[in-house]
């Protein structure tokens, strides 16, 4: 028997007054299907790099989130900081409501600033993209959060130099 699915029947007995013989009345099956929820990602990890003398500018990349079920799917889509979504031009988030529709497919910007740590070292910053089935809004607490994309930024000042002399 599939695990998704159930079959009931829901049996309704009607008494005439002052009896204690019953009647069925309604005989009803019930039949449901649970579909779970599946985000899909196209790809494990996400990785971003800068070196001295590379433009400064924050570098964003497209994600493609693939919701293959039959039923729109709420998630809130979260990512560690250093890290952030761009919901529009000059806004950002670490955590993102959106519906997916049915078989369909939605685009996250995660976006990453090289110089949010104001030092002059090299340095490798981790995070993860995470989601979360249902809206932080509508249903903060009662599902578990899910990594989904590993993301790497990888920092490099050079710190020698030499010369050809």
């Known amino acids: 028997k599939d695990l998704a699915s159930i079959e009931e029947t829901i049996l309704c007995y009607s008494c005439a007054a002052n009896t204690v013989k019953q009647k069925l009345a309604h005989k009803i099956r019930l039949f449901a299907k649970f579909i779970q929820p599946s985000i899909i990602a196209p790809t494990k990890t996400v990785d971003f790099s800068w070196s001295l003398g590379e433009d ?36 950002t988030a670490q955590e993102v ?26 340095r490798v910053d981790k ?6 089935y249902g809206s932080a809004s509508t249903n903060p607490s009662t599902s578990s959060t ?10 490099f000042y ?7 002399q």
């Open 56 to 91: 400064t500018a924050t570098q964003t990349t497209a994600i493609q989130l693939t919701n293959p079920s039959q039923l729109d799917t709420p998630i809130t889509v979260m990512v560690e900081f250093p890290f952030f979504v761009v919901i529009s031009e000059g806004n």
């Open 97 to 122: 409501d959106i519906v997916i529709e049915a078989e369909n497919t939605a685009n996250v910007l995660v976006g990453y600033d090289p110089l949010w740590k104001h030092d002059r070292f090299s």
């Open 127 to 132: 995070g993860a993209l995470s989601i979360k």
């Open 146 to 155: 899910i990594p989904l994309i590993d993301i790497t930024a990888i920092i």
């Open 158 to 164: 050079p710190n020698i130099s030499f010369s050809s």
